[in-house]
Each structure stands twice: as structure tokens, then as C-alpha cells.
């Protein structure tokens, strides 16, 4: 019989992998850090968004590399630098330094690597037409029912699984999987498991590649640590701002910017900590539900039909990736529903029509932050109903989320690497047509504001309090049954799978598989599905 030697056996938390729910404690965390407090002095009670900045990040490595800016078509995208992306990524790498392994070992076939640019390119362009990722969207649009994130995430949660069934049609599915640990993936590959593909001899990776992603990302890495320290002087020279007022002159690296500076660092951190010790990213949490319910029904045909590996099918019966992200929206909800029901105040990307915002009663004089229809914060269902399907689409294609990316780019998985060339060229359409969007997206409102309580309740606080308290104890609840139902499908008690990673559930899986009498039917599965990635 199949036997997996458990290679974290006698190796201590720091070197293993960690429960999926403290992902969701973690991103909550960095939600509500930068809600409560960020920007230092004079916080604006904003939920995290990160594709603006990256773009403004990537505007100043063009311009000091070339002079001129292809992104930075408008003063909002002149050069700055986004201090989160950098502390995911730093907090990541340190992370693989301490297990004793990066990712770089994972190999992918050049299909896939295709894809994954593809994804970049759509998932870039995304943000740009829905405005903001999906961090922002989900892990800050919902614990602040946003409705414009609702809709967001609906057509990204169809995009998503479209993107799945292109994979799986490629064969190309069997690749998708949470997060690789080098002792699996070779147990795997000696079984002859689709789970060891990515640590097989039968897939050929590029040197040339890798090598020539890792000079890429240290150009672009040299570029943004001479803009952290001397600056960037383009917002000067075409936009006419003086310097002390430059996005760069308030992010860069000086001793008025440094507390700032530090709270960004732990923000990205604890993002990039999440990432890097469970794999957490917005697409697990998004497909979780619909493909670990397919998975129940029947493992043989939701492995055929999706072609996954038995560690991502674990993954999804065992809810953990939803519990995470339930954690997450009920632990940064509830700060966001405290700070509107007992201080009046409502999270700052919310959005009003004026003629709404001048009826609205909100608790102790609540008022909207955003008021008018030429933002990017309105409700426009063409773009968010687009741009929600190019999120979904491109979360898929490049095997994560883009906060998941950033932590991966320091792991180094090849894919994390990828992801920044092709997000540079999927902002490109927006930025050199900004009028045409901009104007698509000032049009077509659905809704007189993206806030849910008071679009039900307009004039009623105590209805809009009641509505949200009553939304986070659906997500609360959600938590409860997520470890309930993923404790039994793993074969194990709630209170044990607090305690398991990813590779923990695989183990403990496989002896409720064969005590059951089903065990060599998964073998053969996995063997079928490796045969199929093979073709």
C-alpha cells in the first residue's frame, strides 16, 4: 500500500506550514491596521489597495529608466513608492530563508507560464476597469459592504471558473494547487502522483527563462531602491508639481516619512506572511465553496471533471481557504461596523450621488467620504461586470491573486517573477485611453451609493446598524461551519484541524481514505490525472 513519509514530522512551526485560519487573522490584521491608523497623523479609514500604488511604483522605474512614462499619463499615477508590496515580499523571502526553502524548485511547463502572463496582463488591466484588485475588492470591498465589491466579485467568481475550465481543457489544471512543499511534492513524484509534477523530471523548465526573470525583477528592484533614496523629479518636469508635493516626496525614504514608512512595512508583512506560511490567496477563498461541494458529491468525478490533485481537492473539502476568508471579512468587519456604529465613522471608499448623500442619516452624523459621479468609487455595471470577469480570469491564469503573487515573487516561485513585466504592459490600455475609461466608468450607475446599509435603510441608523451587525454574524457563522463540515470530510475533530496545515490535512485524509476502503481508488486517480498532464 501507498505509504507518504511525513516530512514535518519532529520540524518546528517555524519550518512547517501553518494553518489556513491564520491567514484570515493575519490579512485582518493588516486590514484593520490601515483602516484605524494609516497614513500616520491623519488616517482615512480606507480598506488596503495596492494596484494603484504598484502602478505609480512601476511608473517610476520607466521614467528614470527612460525618461518618460507610458503609465503616468496623469498627475493620480505620477511615481511614488508602494511600501506594502515591498514589505509582502521581504516578509516572504525571509519566511523561505528561515524553512530552508524557497520555491524556486517548483517547475511549471511553458503552457502554463504563458497563461500565467496572460494572467498578469488580463488581471492588471482588471483593477484598472473595476477599480482595484481583488485584495481590495474582497478582503476590504466586503468586510465594509461595499456593494460595488459585490458585484466585483460576483462576475470575478465567473470569470474564475471559466478560467479553471480553460485550464482543465488544456490539462493544465493539475498544476493549480495552494502552495508546494518540497517534501510532498517528492512523495508524490515516487508514487507517481500528479501531485509530484512540479518536482518531476517529466517537466522541463527553461533556465534561460528564470535566469532572464531574475534580471528583470533585480533591474526593477535596483530602479525602485534609487527612487526610495534620491527620488524621482518626472512629476516635476511634466506635470509642473513642485517636488514637495510629489506622490515620491512623500514616499520616499527620509526621516518625515519614516514612521509611515515602517506601519506600510508591517501591513505588507503580515500580508506576505500569510501567503508564504499557508498559500492563502482571494481565488481559493472565491472557488472554494462550489468546488468543495462538487468534491463531497463525488471526489472521482469532481477530480475528472476539474482534473485537480488530491492536495487541492483536500484543500477544498476541508473549507479551510473559506474559513480564512470568512475569519477575515467577520475580524476587519467588525472594526469597520464598531468605528460606524459608535464613532460615525463610514470606511472611506465608500461612495454617494450627491442627491443621496444630501438625504442619507447615518449614526452620529455619519457622512460619505466620496460624493459625485466622476470618481472611480461609483457604481458603473458595464465596468465592474468586465472588469470583475478579467479579476477572475487572471487570478486563475497566473495561479493566485496578485497579493498572493507578491508573496510568491519571495518564495521565487517562477511564477511570482513572471507577474511583473506583463502587470506593467496590463496597465498600458488604461493608461493611454484614461479619458475613454474614465468616461465609461462616470456613467451608467447602478446604484446611488456603494454603501448596503444605507441604500436599504437610507434614513434609518439604527436599520443600517441592525443590517450589519446582522451580516457579520453571517460571516461568523460561516467560520463555524466551514471547520464543522471540513473537520468531517478530513476525518478529524474541529478542534484538531485548528491545528493543521495543508500538508497535515493530506496525511490525515489518506487514513480516513483507507479506512473507508477508498484508497486505491485515489491512487489510480492520481495516476490517471498525471497521465492526463502528461498528454
Known amino acids: 500500500m501507498t505509504k507518504f513519509q511525513n516530512g514535518y514530522a519532529g520540524v518546528a512551526w517555524i519550518k512547517r506550514q501553518w494553518p489556513w485560519w491564520t491567514a484570515g487573522v493575519l490579512t485582518a490584521l493588516a486590514e484593520i491596521i490601515n483602516f484605524l491608523f494609516l497614513p500616520l497623523g491623519h488616517p482615512k479609514h480606507k480598506f488596503i489597495g495596492v494596484t494603484s500604488g504598484m502602478a505609480r511604483m512601476l511608473a517610476g522605474v520607466e521614467s528614470t529608466l527612460f525618461g518618460g512614462s507610458l503609465i503616468a499619463t496623469k498627475p493620480d499615477y505620477q511615481p511614488a513608492i508602494q511600501w506594502v508590496i515591498i514589505g509582502a515580499m521581504i516578509a516572504a523571502l525571509v519566511l523561505a530563508w528561515l524553512e530552508g526553502e524557497t520555491r524556486a524548485w517548483v517547475k511549471y511547463p511553458k503552457k502554463i507560464l504563458l497563461f500565467v502572463a496572460l494572467g498578469a496582463f488580463l488581471f492588471a488591466m482588471g483593477t484598472r476597469v473595476a477599480g482595484g484588485c481583488t485584495l481590495h475588492h474582497l478582503l476590504g470591498g466586503f468586510p465594509a459592504m461595499n456593494f460595488k465589491s459585490w458585484v466585483v466579485m460576483l462576475s470575478a467568481t465567473i470569470g474564475a471558473l471559466i478560467g479553471f475550465v480553460i485550464l482543465r481543457n488544456l490539462n493544465l489544471s493539475q498544476y493549480f494547487k495552494s502552495q508546494e512543499t518540497l517534501w510532498f511534492t517528492l512523495e508524490a513524484a515516487k508514487q507517481g502522483w500528479v501531485d509530484g509534477l512540479p518536482g518531476s523530471d517529466k517537466v522541463k523548465e527553461s533556465k534561460a527563462i528564470r535566469y532572464a526573470l531574475y534580471a528583470i525583477l533585480l533591474v526593477i528592484m535596483a530602479l525602485i531602491a534609487y527612487n526610495i533614496v534620491a527620488g524621482n523629479d518626472y512629476a516635476v518636469r511634466v506635470f509642473g508639481v513642485p517636488f514637495e508635493k510629489t506622490k515620491i516626496y512623500g514616499s520616499m525614504l527620509s526621516a518625515r516619512n519614516l514612521p509611515n514608512i515602517i506601519m506600510l512595512l508591517i501591513v505588507g508583512a503580515l500580508l506576505g506572511v500569510?501567503?508564504?506560511?499557508?498559500?492563502?490567496?482571494?481565488?481559493?477563498?472565491?472557488?472554494?465553496?462550489?468546488?468543495?461541494?462538487?468534491?463531497?458529491?463525488?471526489?472521482?468525478?469532481?477530480?475528472?471533471?476539474?482534473?485537480?490533485?488530491?492536495?487541492?481537492?483536500?484543500?477544498?473539502?476541508?473549507?479551510?481557504?473559506?474559513?480564512?476568508?470568512s475569519l477575515h471579512i467577520f475580524l476587519t468587519g467588525l472594526v469597520m461596523f464598531i468605528a460606524f456604529a459608535f464613532f460615525g465613522v463610514m470606511e472611506g471608499h465608500h461612495w454617494a450621488t450627491e442627491a443621496f448623500a444630501a438625504k442619507y442619516v447615518g449614526p452620529l452624523g455619519t457622512e460619505f467620504h466620496r460624493v459625485g459621479t466622476s470618481i472611480r468609487e461609483n457604481t458603473t455595471l458595464s465596468m465592474d461586470i468586465f472588469g470583475g470577469l478579467l479579476l477572475g480570469l487572471g487570478t486563475i491564469f497566473m495561479i493566485g491573486c496578485e497579493f498572493r503573487n507578491y508573496g510568491r515573487t519571495g518564495l521565487l516561485y517562477i511564477t511570482g517573477l513572471l507577474i511583473w513585466p506583463f502587470f506593467y504592459l496590463g496597465y498600458l490600455p488604461y493608461t493611454l485611453a484614461r479619458d475613454f475609461w474614465d468616461g465609461l466608468m462616470a456613467s451608467g450607475h447602478y446604484a446611488p451609493t456603494t454603501f448596503i446599509p444605507a441604500l436599504i435603510a437610507p434614513q434609518s441608523p439604527t436599520l443600517q446598524v441592525l443590517i450589519y451587525a446582522l451580516y457579520l454574524a453571517f460571516w461568523l457563522y460561516m467560520v463555524v461551519w466551514a471547520f464543522k463540515r471540513g473537520a468531517r470530510n478530513v476525518g478529524v475533530k474541529p478542534g484538531d484541524l485548528l491545528k493543521m496545515s495543508s500538508e497535515d490535512m493530506y496525511l490525515a485524509r489518506m487514513e480516513k481514505l483507507k479506512a473507508e476502503g477508498r484508497w486505491d481508488e485515489v491512487v489510480e486517480l492520481e495516476k490517471e490525472l498525471f497521465a492526463m498532464a502528461e498528454k
Open 274 to 325: 500569510a501567503v508564504a506560511k499557508t498559500g492563502f490567496g482571494t481565488e481559493c477563498g472565491l472557488i472554494n465553496p462550489e468546488l468543495g461541494r462538487e468534491a463531497e458529491q463525488g471526489e472521482k468525478a469532481a477530480a475528472l471533471r476539474w482534473r485537480i490533485p488530491y492536495s487541492l481537492r483536500t484543500v477544498f473539502i476541508s473549507y479551510q481557504p473559506f474559513a480564512a476568508l
